[in-house]
C-alpha cells in the first residue's frame, strides 16, 4: 500500500510539472547529477507574454518569429557500472532572456512578439550529455509610439 | 516476487517521463498564453481545430518527437494563414503499452481559429 502511495504521489507529481501557468515561476534549470565539479547555468524562470490585445493596432507584423537559448551538461560515471556515481558539470544561458535576444539580432526593428509558444528541446545521450534548450516561437511586431511634438 | 521500490520509482518516472535512459531527443511543452475571445476578432463563422504533437519513447532506452505546443499549434492552424488560436484548451494525452515498452506522450490543443 506505501509502496502504491509512493507511486501515486510520483505520477502526479509529474502530471503537475507539465501544467503551469507561463508568467509563475518555474525554474528550468538543468538537474545537476552526482558530483557537480562546476554549475554555471542560466534558465527560464517565468515570462509573461503578450497576447494580440496588446499589441497596438497600427503595429506593422513582421510574422513569426523564432529564438532558441541552451544549457549544457557532462557528467561522467568514476566506476564502469550502472549505479556508480558520477562527476559533473554544467554551463550555459538558457533563459528566456537569450532566446529574445536570438530573436532581436535576427529582427533589429522588432518592437515584441505576441502569441509566444515556448517549448523545451532536451537531447541527452546516456545520461553523459545532455543539452536542455528553450525555444520560443511567436508573432513579431513593430512599433513606433507617435511623436507628441507632431502637430495634430 | 520481491519489487524494489526505488528502481520501480525510477522505472515510472522514466516511462511517465517520456525520455530514452539511453538517447533522448525530444521537444516538450513548457508555456503557452493563449488569446482569448477578447484579443481577437471573433466571428461566428470560427472554425473550432484541433492539433496534436507527439513524442514517443521504446524499450525505456530511446525518445524521440516534439510534443511541444508549437508543433500542436502549426497543426491546428494547418491551412489557415494569418489566423491565430483563441479560447484554447490544452490536454496531454499518454500512452504506455506492456509495462511501458512503448511510450508516447501527446500534447492536443482545441481552440478556435480566429483573426488578430
Redesign the interface.
Known sequence: MR?LA??GI??AA??AA??????EA?P?LMLPKGLVLFYNNRA?LS???L???D?PADAVQLGEVRGKSCQYGVAVPLTASLTATSVSGASGDGGYWKAIEKITQAHPDITGIY?????????????FIQRTC??V?G?GFRWSPPNPSSPQ | MRIHLLPSLILAAAILSGCGLVYTNIHSPRGYRSATPADVKVAPDDPTVTGRSCSRAILYTVAWGDSGYAAATARALEGKPGLILYDVKSDIKVTAIGLGLYTEVCTIVTGKAGRP
Open positions: 509502496r509512493a507511486l510520483l505520477l509529474i502530471a507539465a501544467q503551469d501557468n507561463s508568467y518555474s528550468g527560464p515570462y509573461a507574454t497576447t494580440p490585445r499589441v502569441d509566444v509558444k515556448v517549448d523545451v528541446h532536451l537531447i541527452s545521450f546516456l545520461g528553450v525555444e516561437l508573432r
